[in-house]
T-cell receptor
């Protein structure tokens, strides 16, 4: 399988600042990673598909200028929440597409915007 | 839009009881997965079912995929407090994109 490390586990920031979340595939070279958002007591909603060396593919309704995704290497994808606002507070989770199309999830990042 | 409905939304039972929960889809997926998620953690894959009518067992957990590949059930025998968590089903679509249901919050009281 793939071991996925997500950092930070939680972050508190002021409204208007930007926050970067990292997703690392520790033992597998991942050409594709996914970013999800999960509100309390809700399911995971796919935000975007991160493709190594090319632009991310965003789901309908997700602002690409607000949620910047960079997948510059086969082991690292980053999600930057720009000009964060309280409504962006959520649990963000990444997943890595590993061998045989299996998905492995990071432990998530709890973002709280004050 | 493909939707996955999970039921019941919440379930609180006593240790030792059996339970069955459901995942119903409005359309057919190539396969369906069940995950368990604990608070503050990412979901962990329990099983993938692919073939209509398929039954898979994971210790005390039994997963079944409907013949039409649009619904699935999870049966837990003799539930234990360690089974407490959020159970998510997810339909696997093109390019491994997952569509998740809203989940079932299970609480097993000791």
């Amino acid at each position: 399988g793939a071991v996925v490390s997500q950092h930070p586990s939680w972050v508190i920031c002021k409204s208007g600042t930007s926050v970067k979340i990292e997703c690392r595939s520790l033992d597998f070279q991942a050409t594709t990673m996914f970013w999800y958002r999960q509100f309390p007591k809700q399911s995971l909603m796919l935000m975007a598909t991160s493709n190594e060396g090319s632009k991310a593919t965003y789901e309908q309704g997700v602002e690409k200028d607000k949620f910047l995704i960079n997948h510059a290497s086969l082991t690292l994808s980053t999600l930057t929440v720009t000009s964060a606002h309280p409504e962006d507070s959520s649990f963000y989770i990444c997943s890595v597409k590993g061998q045989r199309e299996k998905l492995f999830f990071g432990s998530g990042t709890q973002l709280s915007v004050l | 839009t493909q939707l996955l409905e999970q039921s019941p939304q919440f379930l609180s039972i006593q240790e030792g009881e059996n339970l069955t929960v459901y995942c119903n889809s409005s359309s057919v997926f190539s396969s369906l997965q069940w995950y368990r998620q604990e608070p503050g953690e990412g979901p962990v894959l329990l099983v993938t079912v692919v073939t209509g009518g398929e039954v898979k067992k994971l210790k005390r957990l039994t997963f079944q995929f409907g013949d039409a590949r649009k619904d699935s059930s999870l049966h837990i025998t003799a539930a234990q407090p360690g089974d407490t968590g959020l159970y998510l089903c997810a339909g696997v679509g093109a390019n491994s994109k997952l569509t998740f249901g809203k989940g079932i919050t299970l609480s097993v009281r000791p």
